[in-house]
Nanobody
Framework: QVQLVESGGGLVQAGGSLRLSCAAS????????MGWYRQTPGKQRELVAS???????TYADSVKGRFTISRDNAMNTVYLQMNSLKSEDTAVYYC????????WGQGTQVTVSL
């Protein structure tokens, strides 16, 4: 069992930046993939970015070149640096940890105003 707690969301103007953090209650070393997903009302949750143990990353086309995912195994934390934010990035962002079992955080709201 692990608890994932997201932080860093908030309200930002278009073109601005935010850094999301996902702090795990125990070591994330055993999770081969850590990821950030987002969801807006009426839509399915979608992958934003993921990172595997070896460091390889995957990004949604819509965020490539603007978002960067990283993981700090020593701090049990995963980050999502979001730059050049757009109104369409507005969503609840969720942290996900995938090992033998998958775990979700409670989400953090990101709102980008025009």
């Amino acid at each position: 069992q692990v608890q994932l707690v997201e932080s860093g969301g908030g309200l930002v103007q278009a073109g601005g930046s935010l850094r999301l953090s996902c702090a795990a209650s125990r070591s994330i070393f055993s999770f081969y993939e850590m990821g950030w997903y987002r969801q807006t009302p009426g839509k399915q949750r979608e992958l934003v970015a993921s990172i595997i143990t070896g460091g390889s990353t995957t990004y949604a086309d819509s965020v490539k070149g603007r978002f960067t995912i990283s993981r700090d195994n020593a701090m049990n934390t995963v980050y999502l640096q979001m730059n050049s934010l757009k109104s369409e990035d507005t969503a609840v962002y969720y942290c996900h940890a995938q090992g033998v079992t998958g775990y979700w955080g409670q989400g953090t709201q990101v709102t980008v105003s025009l």
